[in-house]
């Protein structure tokens, strides 16, 4: 298949990451894939890394310049399906799609559990212009069928996934001697984009109330959050206990030096790739029910589930990780069976590639 994604957005985090992840993983398997996105966008510079080529389209916002140029793209290029994933570019290429006499299909992924508008022309956008709709998770998947009334046959929930090979259980101390962090210490971690509502505020928060005094806490991304949580830190005097670790392209290692990874969403997520990532690396998480989180973290089973936006929760769950061994145990053995056994990289390969056949096989009847 001709497989052609866009991407308007210009961040960099779990969505963009998973879009070069699954074009690669469908370029090894013999398809033709490229991305188009800005050329200021952080996923285009990205892009060459994964092995994924990129046009550089200047579809970051709904002008006619970008649905002229990507209709132009179109129009040049032998495209089978186009797989769009945000607003923007969703609505650039259903609108370039139609104007062509013999179009790609359009298939939509639907990354956040955000709400969406229940207008007739986000019906349309969704229920007509968009032959298959795939979203990160089940709660996401119902929400569409319930808020846009889209036939559900034509909506598919594929959490991404994570390759178990790069994922792996390693030596905690020489992941933190290779990252220079202290051996001797328990460290609490979080990888997400510094993003309001990936709650990184409630995490520093939960630093001074809990009763493992010297554990530290490492944050692994960045995002339009950093400066806030700075100025945090320094309020609540943890300079000393709270390091900023930045954008990483592996994190692999980071996570393995973890005694408890920590990610308290409040809103938007579907299934998180960093907690399958922590789970398959075999550490124990404290997490909450934030979107599709719940697919993955099952209280007491495969992980400590807290309450949303609740500092005094979250600490008291990270202290009960740290001092309960067989705990920790249990819930590692538990979350790495299911995190391997449905969100494998192999999995969502698999069900992507049946969607976008589907797709094709659909567009003489749907059209």
């Given at each position: 298949m001709r497989i052609l994604h866009t991407e308007a957005s210009l961040g960099w985090g779990g969505q963009e990451i998973r879009i070069l992840t699954e074009?690669?993983?469908?370029?090894?398997?013999?398809?033709?894939?490229?991305?188009?996105?800005?050329?200021?966008?952080?996923?285009?510079?990205?892009?060459?890394?994964?092995?994924?080529?990129?046009?550089?389209?200047?579809?970051?916002?709904?002008?006619?310049?970008?649905?002229?140029?990507?209709?132009?793209?179109?129009?040049?290029?032998?495209?089978?399906?186009?797989?769009?994933?945000?607003?923007?570019?969703?609505?650039?290429?259903?609108?370039?799609?139609?104007?062509?006499?013999?179009?790609?299909?359009?298939?939509?992924?639907?990354?956040?559990?955000?709400?969406?508008?229940?207008?007739?022309?986000?019906?349309?956008?969704?229920?007509?212009?968009?032959?298959?709709?795939?979203?990160?998770?089940?709660?996401?998947?119902?929400?569409?069928?319930?808020?846009?009334?889209?036939?559900?046959?034509?909506?598919?929930?594929?959490?991404?996934?994570?390759?178990?090979?790069?994922?792996?259980?390693?030596?905690?101390?020489?992941?933190?001697?290779?990252?220079?962090?202290?051996?001797?210490?328990?460290?609490?971690?979080i990888a997400a984009t510094l993003r309001s509502w990936k709650g990184h505020r409630f995490l520093v928060d939960a630093m001074p109330l809990l009763s493992h005094r010297d554990a530290q806490l490492v944050i692994i991304g960045d995002g339009p959050q950093r400066d806030a949580l700075q100025r945090q830190i320094a309020e609540l005097g943890l300079r000393d206990r709270v390091r900023l670790a930045g954008n990483q392209n592996d994190v692999a290692p980071w996570l393995a030096a973890l005694d408890v990874f920590a990610l308290p969403s409040y809103t938007n997520e579907g299934v998180p790739q960093a907690l399958v990532q922590a789970m398959l690396v075999g550490v124990p998480c404290v997490t909450t029910d934030a979107g599709a989180i719940g697919e993955l973290a099952i209280g007491e089973h495969t992980a400590l589930v807290v309450a949303k936006e609740n500092a005094v929760a979250l600490a008291a769950a990270i202290d009960r990780l740290l001092g309960d061994p067989a705990l920790s145990a249990m819930l590692v053995a538990a979350a790495h069976e299911r995190a391997a056994a449905k969100f494998g990289l192999a999995a969502m390969l698999d069900r992507m590639d049946a969607v976008f056949r589907r797709a094709i096989d659909e567009r003489p009847r749907r059209r």
């Open positions: 074009a690669a993983g469908m370029i090894g398997r013999g398809h033709r894939v490229a991305l188009a996105c800005p050329r200021e966008a952080r996923i285009y510079a990205e892009a060459q890394r994964f092995g994924v080529p990129a046009a550089a389209l200047p579809i970051g916002r709904k002008r006619p310049l970008g649905l002229v140029a990507l209709r132009r793209f179109l129009a040049t290029h032998r495209v089978d399906v186009v797989n769009t994933h945000s607003s923007t570019d969703s609505w650039l290429a259903a609108l370039a799609c139609r104007t062509l006499k013999a179009p790609p299909v359009l298939v939509r992924t639907r990354h956040i559990s955000a709400p969406v508008p229940r207008d007739r022309l986000t019906r349309w956008l969704y229920a007509k212009a968009t032959v298959e709709t795939v979203t990160t998770g089940e709660a996401i998947r119902a929400g569409l069928i319930r808020d846009l009334g889209i036939a559900p046959e034509h909506v598919t929930s594929i959490p991404t996934g994570v390759d178990p090979l790069r994922f792996t259980p390693r030596d905690k101390q020489a992941a933190r001697r290779s990252l220079k962090l202290p051996a001797d210490m328990p460290l609490i971690g």
